[in-house]
């Protein structure tokens, strides 16, 4: 009787072995039978068997188990293990909340923009975003206001490879905001806002240490009025920097700015299409 070997899979019907990977902190890699692809979070030990924690660019996480050959990494196919003993971390995150890339480059700047109101608008979004935006190669310019916005926008040019995305303050119904940007029809033009009279409401009072954002009768300049009611020096620029340095992540602000601010990221960066 003739021997034959355990194995009688034909030889040009065999796998080759797939690299062995240490599952790093922020290693990015795409699951093979979803497509899920994301940065890795954690490693865990269970019962069935090690599992793999990734966490995609919008921050939802998915647990795989780590079978052989289930990940790509740069498009080929590897089997993750698990790290040495202590060399799994949290990664490390940007003040936005995003995943921090250590030792990236700036992009060179996008034909397309962010406009935001003023120069306080512009200095918070830099505070939180700014590793993002450089990342992204998104440019953020002031404006003195809004008023004449439509001319601004029919300046710029807007298309397809060039969108403008705009961040308006009190953008509420029957503002004087709302009724300029809905002249804005542009399909490559955003204009997002939030309902705060100033980017300074945006703030958390808590992170502030007030008690919250003191009402200014109407006609007052606001930004002197909060200066007045919160007793502090009637120099709105000084009181600015003041409530700027309480800001160290996206925790201190508003969800309602929050918002706006990650919806005109992803317009700008989307790609192009015709409208």
Known sequence: ????????????????????????????????????????????????????????????????????????????????????????????????????????????????????????????????????????????????GIDDLPAIVREFSPGPDARLGVLVDHLVPGSKESRIAAQISDGNVLVAGHPYIDVWEAVKPSSVGIAGWPAVPRGQDWKTGVCRSLGWEENTGAAWQRILSTVRSYRDLEPALLGRVEELIDFVTAPPTDV
């Open 1 to 144: 009787m003739r021997s034959y070997q355990p194995d009688l899979t034909p030889p040009w019907k065999k796998s080759a072995p797939a690299p062995e990977v240490p599952a790093d902190p922020d290693l990015v890699v795409e699951e093979v039978t979803t497509g899920f692809c994301g940065a890795v979070i954690r490693c865990e030990k269970t019962a069935a068997g090690p599992t793999v924690t990734l966490e995609d660019r919008f921050g939802k996480h998915r647990v795989f188990p780590m079978e052989p050959r289930g990940f790509l990494l740069e498009g080929r196919v590897v089997t993750l293990v698990r790290p040495s003993a202590g060399g799994l971390v949290r990664p490390a995150r940007t003040a936005s909340g995003s995943v921090a890339v250590p030792g990236a480059r700036a992009r060179v700047a996008r034909a397309g923009r962010i406009y935001v109101e003023g120069r306080h608008d512009a200095e918070l979004v830099e505070r939180v975003w700014g590793d993002d935006l450089r990342i992204e190669g998104v440019v953020v310019e002031y404006l003195e």
